[in-house]
């Protein structure tokens, strides 16, 4: 067994002991193995260990990367997006974790336009309010969602956030809650073409606390394929 199937299968196990604790299901919770910075030999190595999704977080990377890749992946992009590279993902991912802004969701609505499909996004939220990260403030997240919904190329399905770091994982808890309790608000608010099913957050640090508090998607990096230089 190589050291990064040995962790994917701590990581699933850790997700199942998660679950239990919770009265949840480990099938609701999808692992998204975060690959950035990672060569693509690694992500070959990770899906012949049965791990099919990847995130990726830098456009170029991914272009470059994607290619090189053999094995039948399936791609998320999770990193901050400037609209102009867009298009180099337009039709390539499955989901978007960080739409955080109605001129980067027009530019998605455009791009996936072109190939008549719809792009499938999350919105990302800035939990923490801090300065130093991407996300739409928690004040304006019900106006981006009506705005966002609106596009016909683009579906919401829920929510994203990258709350502060803390060495300890309880102190992220009130986030991850925060974030699920948003989503929540805006299912009440019954907008049209909106789904707030998926909450992506948790990763390597403290993936356990967000799926006690809903995460149904995981991004996990570190400890799938170690310290990144
Ligand atoms: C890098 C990254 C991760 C993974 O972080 P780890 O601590 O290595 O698990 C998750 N989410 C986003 C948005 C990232 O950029």
Sequence with gaps: MTSISKNIDQIRGRIADACGNSGRHPADIRLVAVSKVKPAELIDEAFAAGQQLFGESYVQEFRDKEPTVRSPVEWHFIGALQSNKVKYLRGKVTLIHSVDRFSLAKEINQQWGKIDAVAPILLQVNVGDENS???????????????????????????????????????????????????????????????????????SGDFEVAIEEGATLVRIGTAIFGERN
């Design 133 to 203: 990260k991407a996300g739409c403030a928690i004040a304006e997240l019900p106006e981006l969602t009506s705005k966002v919904a609106a596009l016909p190329h683009l579906k919401i399905h829920g929510l994203m956030c990258l709350p502060p770091y803390f060495d300890d994982p309880e102190q992220v808890r009130p986030y991850f809650r925060q974030l699920r309790e948003l989503a929540a608000r805006i299912v009440e608010e019954q907008i049209p073409g909106v789904s707030m099913k998926e909450l992506s957050m948790g990763m």
